[in-house]
């Protein structure tokens, strides 16, 4: 059976109260002070049976009093469609006309129309009034709704306003998400002596069971539910459209204020900026600075238009804006707002959530803001853009996800098709990383121009990634190193970076420090040594050792002594024109003047460069292949 909210609508002391009672047999107005004064003052809930079963009806009476707009609007934010009372005697009111626009820009479109107290008009007037409302009605939320004349005192026409109010909710469809979870705004929050602090309001997506843990937002506490009920009969669970009351342990009553949601898991988080697609009422105006109520499911926040596109924006006209708060909200795209002018109160219009999480914008970027994709119309785009913000730290699909209001499932398929286009790369991190390919091509620029100006010196591993990826945090690192080594930007050695297609190192104390072995011959000094020689810092030397080793134009012997390769290139060169077939230890050491402490590393040195060959004590010279640089 599917759940329908119907909520009422209309000036006050027009018997919408009065009207709900008739229809299902419950007296909304509990409060003493409703009874003594006649007016309702506070949100009331009252299940209609649908005889054919199909639907689960709940009506949600609003106040109808002009200081009680807010508290209609947190009512209005969870129904899926309207009951507007009219009276026939007094016709559309100020509130009736507020009202309707607040389902406007709630963006309820369809219900019921009651012309209640038609008991004190005469007929031929009833008409003409039935007649001025749907003319009213015209191009607004409830265009085309059926007009029924009723009067709860007589009785009269209440049957046909049961039967439209039946007929409208069995054609409202609703789709289920399973990767939405369970989400609700509290617009009621007591305690009962027995159950502790309990919380009701209209299911806004997903499922609740008692025993589920939820996180009230934006508190950020937990709570369990200890019990579930739907129109005060207990149930073992309740869904979307549902008129639920909740249970809770865990949370005291002054910890939940109205507004407050709960959420079933997830990495759901609140924030102070909104990024709002706006359409303004005929009566509204909106211009950067501006301080407004901004109304979002049951709770109300005063706000600050932060950056808007146009500028300013006049009666009817539409836009986009960043709001700040003053104080935080949980919202994701796709979420209706209402905004209300502070003094005099008055709506001014509303709109969509387009981003919860916007990036800040200087006025002179203001026209961005035309360009932030509509997530509920063309997720992946909204995915690619996000992602592409993202930059060089990337975004998990977790954070993604919450930023939708969806669980992690719910993007597989988009971002499936963004990785299959190229557009996105997956860093096999923990949890995988999402990074643009926009994003990995400008760290490949970045990178190739640090290398530039470093020139043939290369850069410190530590300092190369500060300036290339100043961005990318801790776990992208060696994604984008492993990423410029694949394109071919860089080699890395001897702990310092350089351009893959950079000229061999030429800086002057490179330079030296190569003479210094060069000319140091078979005396093979340490880099320590060499960095006296030059009065150098004797880390950088060793450094450059490495680099030069690692360039071939030094050669690290017997893992203790270095010598340069001209050297080692005049040995080869030698034994090939020695004229001999082999050799053993002491005719080597004889023919070059070596100790055997250092004949012996530089043999094995040989072996490995396949000069020669070992065949027990003696050595052998090999060949070489045609084509081929001897000692190569």
Excluded at 35 to 55: H, N, Q, S, W
Excluded at 472 to 501: I, K, M, N
Excluded at 563 to 584: K, M, T, Y
Aim: net charge positive.
């Amino acid at each position: 059976m599917r759940a329908v909210a119907f909520g009422t609508a209309g000036h006050i002391d027009h018997g919408k109260t009065s009207l709900v009672k008739a229809l299902t047999g419950v007296d909304c107005d509990r409060l003493p002070e409703e009874k003594r004064r006649g007016i309702t003052l506070v949100l009331g809930f009252a299940p209609l049976a649908d005889p054919l079963g199909e639907v689960e009806l709940s009506f949600i009476d609003v106040p109808g009093h002009e200081r009680l707009v807010h508290t209609m609007i947190a009512g209005a934010a969870g129904i899926d469609r309207a009951l507007l009372v009219v009276a026939a005697d007094e016709g559309v009111m100020p509130q009736t006309r507020e009202h309707l626009s607040v389902l406007e820009v709630l963006g309820v479109r369809g219900g019921v129309v009651a012309l209640t107290k038609a008991d004190l008009v005469a007929g031929e007037l009833l008409e003409v009034r039935r007649h001025e409302v749907e003319r009213y009605l015209e191009g607004g939320p409830l265009a085309g709704a059926p007009v029924i004349p009723c009067s709860v005192l007589g009785g009269s026409g209440v049957a046909a306003v049961r039967d439209a109010v039946l007929a409208c909710a069995r054609g409202v469809e609703r789709t289920e998400d399973p990767h939405r979870p369970f989400r609700i705004a509290a617009d009621r929050v007591f305690t009962i002596a027995g159950s502790g602090t309990v919380v009701t309001g209209t299911a806004h997506w997903g499922e609740v069971r008692p025993g589920d843990e939820l996180t009230a937002l934006p508190s950020g506490a937990s709570v369990r539910v200890r019990g579930v009920q739907v129109h005060g009969d207990v149930r073992d669970r309740a869904g979307a459209g549902e008129r639920v009351a909740l249970g809770l342990a865990g949370v005291r009553v002054d910890q939940l204020p109205r507004g407050e949601q709960l959420l079933s898991g997830g990495a759901w988080s609140a924030s102070r900026r909104l990024a709002v697609e706006v359409r303004l009422l005929d009566e509204g105006a909106l211009a950067e600075g501006d301080r407004v109520f901004v109304h979002i499911l049951a709770a109300r926040a005063l706000a600050r238009v932060e950056r808007s596109y146009p500028a300013a924006l006049g009666p009817g006209e539409s836009g986009r804006v960043i709001v700040h708060l003053a104080r935080p909200v949980f919202a994701v795209p796709g979420d209706r707002v209402v905004l209300r002018r502070l003094s005099p109160a008055a709506t001014l219009g509303g709109g969509e959530v387009l981003d919860a999480q916007p990036e800040r914008l200087r006025r002179r970027d203001a026209a961005q803001l035309a360009r932030l994709p509509r997530p509920w119309r063309d997720l992946p785009a909204t995915l690619d853009a996000w992602i592409r913000l993202a930059g060089a730290r990337g975004a998990t699909g977790a954070e993604l996800a919450a930023r939708l209001g969806l669980r992690e499932g719910g993007l597989e398929a988009a971002l499936g098709r963004l990785v299959a286009a190229g557009a996105i790369v997956v860093a096999r991190t923990r949890p995988p990383l999402l990074v643009h390919a926009g994003a990995a091509a400008a760290a490949r620029e970045r990178a190739a121009e640090v290398l530039r100006v470093a020139a043939g010196t290369g850069v410190p591993l530590a300092e190369f990634v500060a300036r290339a990826l100043p961005d990318s945090g801790e776990r992208l690192r060696e994604f984008f190193l492993a990423d410029f080594r694949r394109a071919g930007v860089v080699r890395e050695s001897a702990g310092r970076v350089f351009a893959a297609g950079a000229a061999p190192l030429e800086d002057a104390l490179a330079a030296q420090v190569a003479e210094v072995y060069r000319r140091a011959g078979l005396a093979a000094p340490s880099p320590g040594e060499a960095a006296a020689a030059l009065g150098a810092d004797p880390k950088v030397v060793e450094g450059i050792v490495r680099f030069l080793v690692d360039g071939k134009r030094l050669a690290r012997v017997g893992g203790k002594w270095v010598l340069h390769r001209q050297v080692l290139d005049e040995i080869v060169a030698s034994l090939r024109g020695w004229g001999v077939d082999g050799f053993d230890v002491a005719a080597f050491k004889e023919r070059f003047g070596l100790t055997r402490k250092l004949a012996i590393p530089i043999l094995e040195w040989l072996d490995s460069e396949r000069v020669t060959r070992r065949e027990g004590e003696r050595r052998r010279l090999v060949r070489p292949r045609p084509g081929t640089t001897p000692g190569a």
